[in-house]
């Protein structure tokens, strides 16, 4: 056992330790929360910017636990993704999407609603399947919900193919995918040459950085008319101010989202402005 210099090592496995049993609290309170249907999902919506109307509201999972207090899902989605509590998360914010979806569209508000899945999801060979089990179920239609596809890593080249399959499938039954945070994923060029894409939607990231960077600009500029000329939609996400959005309007960017239209707010709010903007 060392003795000298021992300080550092030991506060460092300290740290460590904590990180780990943090993980571990999470990871089984998750699960009871997953129980009882104790998470929350938001809506932030999209707007169409041309005509300035909320065409779809993306879902995002909300987690305030009673002992470990607010758990972001930045903090949230790798562990459970982890632990392969992702597909109960999945499931979950689905089954909201769906009935939120319908709610809507009972109300004559024809919303769209997104939800998030890692491409590392469809794997899981039941994954389309146990999708359209939960339309059904719900009795929503496919045409109601879009997938936002992320890609935060690498995938194995061997799974591409089945992951190609299940999503024709989806995309067949009428759901649009959308590659999210383009730009700044393992693979953004391919996956829009390979994937059924209807919207590619453009990382936070670049818009953030565009009123500082001209290269940044153009580079957005750039993305806007490589999506229109392969006869994608193109959306951008983490609008906060009215310059970014009339920048954006003037490069012909299809829809936006972010804090400058609405923060992910509950349901009802979603609807207070869907009726303002139309
Ligand atoms: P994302 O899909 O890129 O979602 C956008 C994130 O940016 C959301 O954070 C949203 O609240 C936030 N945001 C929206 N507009 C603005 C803006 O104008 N400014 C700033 N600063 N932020 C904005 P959130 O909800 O914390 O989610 C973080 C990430 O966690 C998401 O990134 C997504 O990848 C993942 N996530 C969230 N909910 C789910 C879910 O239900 N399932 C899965 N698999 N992942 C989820
Ligand atoms: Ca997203
Ligand atoms: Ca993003
Ligand atoms: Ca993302």
Redesign the pocket.
């Known amino acids: 056992v060392r003795k000298a210099g021992g300080n550092s090592i030991m506060s460092l496995s300290k740290e460590g330790h904590k990180a780990l049993s943090r993980q571990a609290t999470i990871e089984k309170h998750l699960l009871l929360a997953l129980d009882q249907k104790n998470l929350n999902v938001l809506y932030?919506p999209q707007l169409d910017i041309q005509t300035g109307k909320i065409i779809a509201a993306?879902?995002?999972?909300r987690w305030v636990d009673e002992s470990i207090g607010v758990v972001?899902?930045?903090e949230l989605?790798p562990i459970a993704e982890e632990t392969g509590l992702?597909h109960s998360?999945?499931s979950f914010?689905l089954e909201q999407a769906c009935q939120q979806a319908l709610a809507w569209q009972k109300e004559g508000i024809p919303l769209k609603v997104s939800?998030?899945?890692?491409i590392r999801e469809f794997r899981d060979k039941n994954m389309a399947r146990s999708i359209l089990e939960t339309l059904e179920r719900t009795k929503c239609p496919a045409d109601l919900i879009q997938i936002?596809i992320?890609e935060k890593f690498a995938l194995e080249a061997e799974s591409e193919g089945a992951i190609m399959k299940q999503m024709r499938q989806l995309e067949q039954e009428g759901i649009v995918f959308v590659l999210?945070?383009f730009g700044t994923g393992y693979a953004s060029f391919r996956y829009m040459q390979l994937l059924p894409l209807k919207t590619v939607k453009i990382d936070?990231t670049f818009i953030r950085s565009m009123m500082q960077s001209e290269k940044t600009e153009q580079l957005v500029r750039g993305m806007i008319q490589l999506a229109k000329s392969m006869q994608l939609t193109i959306l951008a996400?983490?609008?906060?101010t009215a310059e970014q959005f009339d920048l954006l309007k003037g490069f012909g960017c299809d829809l936006a989202?972010?804090?400058?239209i609405c923060?992910?707010t509950a349901a009802n709010a979603v609807k207070n402005l869907y009726y303002q903007k139309a």
């Open positions: 932030q993306e879902a995002l999972v972001s899902p930045d989605i992702i998360i999945g914010v939800i998030n899945v890692s936002e992320t999210d945070d936070a996400e983490g609008v906060e989202q972010g804090y400058h923060k992910p």
